[in-house]
């Protein structure tokens, strides 16, 4: 079950004719920028205007995945006939501007749940469970990972002789015992490679790690295909006090375009009301992401906080 993300995912240029997808599995759009970006992270917002079926209209934003590359990756709710079309903020910029294209959705295959009904969970009229996106039922069944993705739960090794994967090993598990969900906090050491400075630093230099981020999307793929939907928090209570809003939304606009068409959700802060630091300032902070994040999702999935314990939520 091991993937690398050429074998999942579909690579498209704004000339090659319509490619087929399939519905609820990633479609990946690769654009070149017509001129070098000396901040490539923030100097260019892309985003892809797809339109489908029965009037289906999505806007997704792109990424920069290194190497003068920026892509955009979307999941097709419908089978059918899409098309597509760029826009930016670099005008100018014929690599990204106005390109356009279409792609052949088919109909969902498989029996893997995230692969039938849709991995971006909804709230079922009146409130009361989840449903997968097409409204089947969800039951939350979860566990926390608090150190994944990092180098104490890693992709490749183990501390265990003879294991070869402690992030496998324990996804096979959990899908044997029909989990449904895992919470991965983004916590612990970033050293997926040389030299890698922490979450607060990259976002302070709007520079991230893009080899890291690709060793996250073989996390949210090999979870996705044990029917299992990552709940991804990037920071808790004293992480969310150390950089101001404008660096967190710099970070989850990254998450959110390069993870978000996975089965995935998005926990904007953890243990938001901790009576520790500013708990007033990171409450306020908690609510402008969630809003901020929103407005991103295309799929305007569920999403959640993690409350301290309720005898000290004042």
């Known amino acids: 079950m091991d993937c690398t993300r050429r074998s999942f995912l579909l690579t498209a240029t704004a000339a090659a004719p319509a490619k087929q997808a399939t519905v609820w599995r990633i479609h990946e759009l690769t654009f070149r920028a017509g001129r070098e970006y000396a901040e490539p992270f923030s100097d260019v917002l892309l985003t892809c205007e797809f339109r489908g079926p029965g009037g289906r209209r999505f806007v997704v934003p792109g990424f920069y995945d290194g190497a003068s590359a920026w892509l955009v990756r979307f999941a097709p709710d419908a089978p059918g006939r899409w098309s597509w079309r760029t826009s930016s903020n670099q005008p100018a910029d014929k690599g990204f501007e106005g ?20 991995g971006f969970l909804k709230v079922a009229p009146g409130g009361r469970y989840l449903t997968y996106t097409d409204g089947t039922p969800f039951f939350w069944l979860g566990d ?12 490749e090794g183990s501390s265990q002789p003879g294991n070869p994967s402690t992030f496998r090993t324990l996804i096979d598990m959990r899908k044997r015992q029909r989990f449904s969900v895992v919470h991965m906090a983004f916590l612990g050491p970033m050293q997926q490679s040389s030299g890698t400075s922490s979450f607060q630093e990259q976002m302070r230099s709007r520079r991230l790690d893009v080899d890291y981020w690709k060793t996250v999307d073989r996390y949210m793929l090999y979870a996705n295909e044990a029917g299992i939907i990552p709940v991804i928090g990037l920071a808790f209570h004293s992480g969310m006090d150390k950089n101001p809003v404008e660096d967190w939304k710099f970070l989850w606009r990254y998450a959110v375009a390069r993870l978000g068409a996975y089965g995935v959700t ?26 901020f994040i929103k407005s991103l999702d295309p799929y305007a999935r569920a999403m959640t906080v993690h409350p301290w314990w309720h005898g000290g939520d004042k």
């Open 99 to 118: 390109l356009s294209g279409e792609i052949r959705v088919r109909s969902a295959e498989g029996t893997n749940p995230l692969y039938r009904h849709g």
């Open 266 to 291: 998005w926990l904007i802060c953890g243990v938001y009301n901790l009576g520790q630091g500013d708990t007033e300032g990171r409450v306020a902070k908690a609510l402008e992401l969630g809003a």
């Open 144 to 155: 926390t990972w608090w150190f994944c993705p990092s180098a104490l739960m890693p992709m």
